[in-house]
């Protein structure tokens, strides 16, 4: 949990191999999600979550990523008053490509 009360997870927090029960939201835009992903990953960029909220489990584990945690903190926010089961990964992408992990794309 972040200071701001937000559920938050460093990447370290995360397996190297995202498990199976895990679902990855990213809620970067188009071209951040063309230039690399993290393979498996849901795409809905944040502006359009609102309306696209309905295609998410709300009990399935999320963890919901950006491209350095600002918006991905925005969506696990929402997301978390709606109901659902998320966590922020603080530091998003860069943070994901820093430590080495894989990308897709």
């Known amino acids: 949990m972040s200071e701001s009360g937000i559920p938050s997870t460093d990447v370290n927090g995360v397996p190297e191999v995202i ?46 990523v950006c491209h350095i945690g600002g918006r991905s903190a925005q969506a696990t926010a929402w997301l978390h008053a709606q109901g659902h089961d998320v966590v922020n990964l603080e530091g998003g992408m860069d943070t994901w490509e820093q430590a080495g992990r894989p990308i897709a794309g």
């Open 19 to 64: 498990p199976a029960d895990l679902v990855v939201l990213d809620v970067r835009e188009p071209h951040e999600w063309a230039a690399g992903h993290i393979d498996g990953a849901i795409h809905i960029p944040l502006r359009e979550l609102p309306n696209r909220v309905g295609e998410l489990d709300p009990s399935a584990r999320t963890l919901v």
